[in-house]
Structures are given as C-alpha cells and as structure tokens.
C-alpha cells in the first residue's frame, strides 16, 4: 500500500511538473508577443492586442472541449475497454479541422463587422483588422493542437508535450522577433509569427507515433456527432474556463473603453497577459492532476484520487504566494517593460491595478485544479457549475456593478471578488463529492 502511494505521489509530481513547463511555454510565448507588441507599436498595439485576445481564446477553448473531453474518455476506457476508443482521437481531429476552416472563412469576410463588436474604434480598427484576418487562417491548427496536446499527454507521455511546447515557445519567440524587427512587419509580424505556434507544436508531438506505449492512433474516419458530443460534455469545464477569459477580456474593454480610453485598456492587457502567466502555471497544476486522478477513479482506488487532488492543491497554492508577493515588489518595473512610450496613464492605471487585480490568484489557483478534478472523476455537472459562475454568471455582472460603484478600481476588484465565491463552492463541492467516494469505497469492501 505504501508502495502503491509513494508511485502515485511521484507520478502525479512528475506529471505536474511536466505540464507546468509546457503551460508556461506557451504562456511565455504570449507574454513576449505583448513585449514585441508594446515596443514595435506602443500603447494603441497593446489595445490593438487586447481587443483581439478573445478570438484566441475561442480556438483554444474549442480545442480544450473536444481535447480535454476526449483525452478523459480516453483515459477512462484505454485500460478496460480500448475498443471503445480506437477512432476517438481521429474524429475530434477532423471535425476540429473542418470547423476551424469554417471559422477562417468568416474571420477574413466580416473582420469589422467582428472588430466593431469586441470594441475596436477608429484608433485601433485597421492595425486590428490584419492582425485578425491572419489570426483567424490558424483557426484549424490551434484547435488541433490542443486536442493533439491533451490526447498525447493522456496517452502516457507527458515528455513530449512539454517538449513540444518549449521546441514551440523557443522557435515561435525568434520568428516573432525576426518578423516583427528584422523585417519591419510590425502588427502583421506578430499574426504571422502566431500561426508557426501550433505548427510547431504538432510537429514535435507527431513523433508520439514512435512511443512505444501507443495506444492512439489517427486515420481517416467518419465523424460521428455522438462521438464530439460525447467528448464536448466532459470538456465543457475547460472550455467555459478558457472562454471565460476571452469573454470577461471582451466586458473589460467596453467597460474600460467607456471609462477611461483605450490607455485603460493597454494597461489591462499588461495585467491581464501578466496573468495569463500565473494562470497557465495553476492550469498546468491541473492537468497534471487530472490525467492521474482519472484513471485512479476509474480502477476505483479512491485513496489515490484524494493524493492527487491534494499534492495539486498544495503546489498551486504555495506558487500562487510566492507569485503575488513577487508582483508586488517588482510592478513598477514590470509595467515600465511593456511602456516603450512612456505614457503616463497606463503606469497609473497598471501600478494601482496589480496589488488589486491579482489578489484573485490566492482562488483561481484552487478553482483551476477543483474544476478539472471533478471533470477528471466524471462529475461533468458539478464542474459545469463553478465553471458557468466563474466566467459569467458572477465576473460579469460583477465587472459592470463594481465599475459602476467603484470605477477602474472597482473593475480590477470584480475577479478576486469572483474567484473567492467560486472557490467556496468549489471546495465544498469537492468534499462532498470525495465524501461519497468514501462511502463507495466502504459498500465495495
């Protein structure tokens, strides 16, 4: 039994650790993009950014539902019932496919159309305009990338994924800068750059075809919608999380906008990509959790599902600590990085917003882990749940209220706020679901 923990407890550090790196590589990829952005086209790139950060967000998150949903169907039936996963990976890839070609199609007919609505306005609207169009043609590849990401991890190698996104974070950051300095491309430089992200990703992670331990695998197929149904309901939790931030970015720059002027809005993309950061370390945390945790419940060892939620929940919490107290001391400086220009406001506006705004990493932290734990033991419902209150139900009335009473203080007060509520829920939620694995474990002895 000793024996039995001590291989979880190394395995789930293992995976944590592993998923980290890869988390932050690519989060590091978008913090220097915001850099190369700042120093190339000043306060109105950074709006210009900002303003167009939620079409990220919408690829990845349909990415995340069919990766992370199908990645736990994967992991739930590869050891008792392989058979039922055998075309699993190879209809979630297409379908990703033909829905991201749909998805570029629109992007580069209707691009004001789109701008105007997520609060572009006649500073921003043409830098804004091209780097959308081409954002918008990498639609198929970032979705497939994090299927391909999820379903490889799950898959017993985590090795690769985190090599893939360092290979990706390393390359794409040179290919930023040589676009964006070297050939004066500016705006369009960073767009381009963006789209050798995922290419790079699936590149390295093809060579998962040469891991011995294979059980996935990619042919053609016919795309059943039970098949993407099936997986979208367990992906749902990372999809809301991750379009969260693209909606909530959305609400703060109209509310921002209305305000303050697009300097708000530049000096909420320093915090918010500065964020970016500490969330994909705590979403790491999670993904290491969770591929461990379902398969331990799937066995039915219930004993190791609460080891792996609880070396998760310790790991993400110590780093949220050391994360804020580090923000507080060097966020003069950290803001002056992303400032080329010198511009006043958005030092006022980022220095007073970071000792407020990132007060929430003491919740979101925990809340990463819960969600996708519960996803991970098959309770798509209670995850569904805090996920739906984070990102909407809660943040964006919140956002709107606390601007309304407090201004651009109120709106940096409206996450931490948020995360506190959902937090709560969620670690009651939590016991109560490992409280009925208790009593399940007992009926079974």
């Not at 199908?70 to 992991?75: H, L, N, T």
Request: proline share 3%; glycine share 8%.
């Amino acid at each position: 039994m000793q024996n039995t923990v001590y291989s979880v407890r190394r395995e789930v550090s293992g995976y944590i650790v592993k998923n980290i790196f890869a988390s932050l590589g690519i989060s590091l990829y978008v913090l220097v993009d915001t850099l190369f952005i700042a120093l190339a086209a000043g306060s109105i790139g950074l709006a210009t950014l900002n303003i167009v950060l939620p079409i990220f967000n919408l690829f990845n998150s349909l990415g995340l539902l069919l990766g992370v949903g199908g990645a736990a169907i994967f992991s739930l039936n590869k050891v008792r019932h392989p058979e039922r996963i055998e075309g699993l990976y190879s209809e979630l890839i297409i379908f990703c496919v033909g829905l991201g070609i749909l998805f570029a199609i629109i992007g580069n007919l209707f691009p004001h159309q789109i701008l105007t609505l997520m609060g572009a306005n006649q500073q921003t609207i043409n830098m804004a305009t091209t780097y959308f169009r081409i954002v918008s043609c990498g639609a198929p590849l970032f979705m497939a990338n994090y299927v391909t990401i999820n379903f490889v991890r799950n898959d017993g190698n985590p090795s690769l994924t985190m090599r893939a996104a360092l290979t990706q974070t390393a390359f794409v950051i040179f290919m930023d800068w040589l676009l964006i300095f070297g050939l004066n491309l500016k705006m369009e430089g960073a767009a381009l750059a963006t789209i050798f992200s995922p290419v790079t990703s699936l590149t390295v992670l093809s060579s998962h075809r040469h891991f011995a331990q294979r059980q996935l695998k990619l042919f053609k197929t016919k795309v059943h919608l039970k098949t993407v149904l099936k997986a979208a309901r367990l992906g749902i939790p990372s999809f809301l999380n991750e379009m969260s931030t693209g909606v909530s970015i959305f609400v703060f720059n109209l509310v921002l906008l209305k305000l303050s002027g697009n300097y708000a809005i530049a000096a909420y993309g320093v915090i918010a990509n500065i964020g970016i950061v500490f969330l994909a370390i705590f979403n790491g945390v999670a993904l290491g959790v969770q591929p461990i945790a379902s398969r331990e419940y799937g066995k039915h060892l219930y004993q190791n599902v609460k080891i792996a939620l609880k070396i998760g929940l310790v790991v993400t919490f110590s780093i949220a600590i050391i994360s804020y107290f580090l923000l507080l001391i060097f966020k003069a400086p950290i803001v002056d990085i992303f400032n080329a220009e010198h511009e006043a406001q958005l030092v006022a506006y980022a220095v007073k917003g970071i000792p407020i705004y990132f007060i929430s990493i003491f919740f979101s932290c925990l809340n990463l882990v819960l969600m996708l734990f519960l996803a991970a033991i098959n309770d798509a419902r209670g995850a569904f749940f805090l996920s739906i209150l984070r990102g909407y139900v809660i943040l964006l009335p919140s956002i709107i209220i606390f601007a309304y009473f407090g201004g651009i203080a109120g709106v940096w007060a409206s996450v931490p706020f948020t995360e506190f509520i959902v937090a709560s829920l969620g670690i009651y939620l939590t016991h109560k679901k490992i409280s009925t694995m208790q009593i399940r474990k007992e009926s079974l002895l």
